[in-house]
C-alpha cells in the first residue's frame, strides 16, 4: 500500500464533496448514485490520478455523470450529507493507497456495507478504518500478491539459471 500524500488527500476532500453534494444539488438516490460514480468515466480519471489537471468544481463532475448515465429519478432512498461524505472519501482514499480502480472496490464493498459501517467507523483513521473493513470481508491486498508471486519467480528463475 502506497503512502496518502497531498494530492490523495485532496482527491479524498474532492469526492467526499461530490458525493454529499449528490444529495443536495440533485437529489440522486444514494445507492444509484454511488453505483453510476464507481462506475463511471470520471472515477477512472480520478483512478489514473489525472482529476487534479483538469481542475473540476462539484457541479462540472455531476454534469459529467449526467451526461454518461442521463438523469434519473429512480430508486428513493437518500443517506445523510455527513454519511456520504464519509463514504466517498473512504473510497477514494482506499483506490488511492492501495492501487485499486473505484469500480474493483465497490465490488468488494457496495455502498449499503459502507454506510452500515459509517457509525462505528467513521472515527477512526481511513487506513484504519479501511484495514477492519478490509479484515471483517477476508480481503487481503492483491498488491502485496503480486509482489510476492514475483518475487517467488525471481528466485526460481534464479534457481534454474544457475543449476540447481
Known sequence: MRKIDSSGLAECRFQAELFEESCRKREYSSRVFIRRFMN????????????????????????????????????????SPDELHWIG??????????????????????????????????SLDPEQAIERI??????TDTDDMARAVKILRQVRAKRNGNGT
Open 89 to 122: 472519501y473512504i473510497y477514494r482514499y482506499w483506490a488511492f493507497i492501495s492501487g485499486r480502480n473505484s469500480k474493483s472496490i465497490y465490488r468488494l464493498i457496495k455502498a449499503d456495507e459502507l454506510r452500515n459501517l459509517y457509525y462505528p467507523y467513521h
Open 134 to 139: 478490509m479484515e471483517s470481508h477476508n480481503i
Open 40 to 79: 463511471s468515466k470520471l472515477a477512472q480519471r480520478m483512478d489514473a490520478d489525472g482529476y487534479l489537471v483538469e481542475v473540476m468544481d462539484i457541479d462540472t463532475a455531476l454534469d459529467d455523470l449526467d451526461e454518461q448515465y442521463g438523469t434519473t429519478d429512480y430508486g428513493v432512498e437518500k443517506y
